[in-house]
């Protein structure tokens, strides 16, 4: 009989775990100051999927969605699915979506992508340096950059709907 509490103190711990995860998103904790709402984005040069040399300036003159995830993390792939929305309905509009993947290999990444059918360009953080400069700490992450390059919005957490995404894209889209 003493087990059974034990089992469903455990049980209850879990699945508060769990749910934190979904609700918050992946985190660790802080080790710097980011960047800040109304200055502009730290450029970085990054490779995509495809071996192509990407900096964020590079998109100078658009509005850009930058999110930070893995495959691991599961608030990020239930977002995925919204991204991929705004990806093909927004791109045409101007919008740049550009998702850093964090340390994985291509070749895991590729997969995902597949699995879930996603299509929306990935870059790949393949050192701590850029998710550090960024300050991101809880995956996933996303910043909302206007054509100017200053950050005009920030979630910390996943998307819970396209239509979330879409508000926040009415400051950064003209």
């Known amino acids: 009989m003493d087990r059974l509490p034990k089992i469903v103190l455990v049980i209850i711990l879990a699945s508060m775990l769990v749910s ?19 200055k502009l984005a730290p450029d970085f040069q990054l490779s995509s999927l495809d071996e192509q040399s990407v900096s964020l300036s590079d998109f100078r003159g658009k509005p850009v969605l930058l999110n930070f995830w893995a495959s691991w993390c599961d608030p990020c792939r239930f977002e995925m699915p919204f991204i991929q929305t705004i990806y093909e309905e927004w791109t045409g509009k ?29 870059l790949l953080a393949t050192s701590q340096d850029v998710p550090l400069e960024y300050n991101i ?13 200053v950050i005009q919005d920030m979630k910390i957490g996943a998307f819970s709907s396209v239509a979330e995404i879409e508000r926040r894209l009415g400051k950064i889209m003209p």
């Open 137 to 149: 700490r809880s995956i996933p992450t996303t910043f909302f950059i206007d054509k100017d390059g």
């Open 20 to 38: 934190g995860l979904v609700l918050f998103g992946c985190s660790s904790p802080a080790t710097a100051p980011g960047p800040e709402m109304g």
């Open 94 to 122: 101007g919008l740049v979506v550009l998702a850093v993947n964090l340390q994985e290999s291509p070749a895991r990444v590729r997969e995902f992508m597949e699995t879930l059918g996603l299509s929306f360009p990935v």
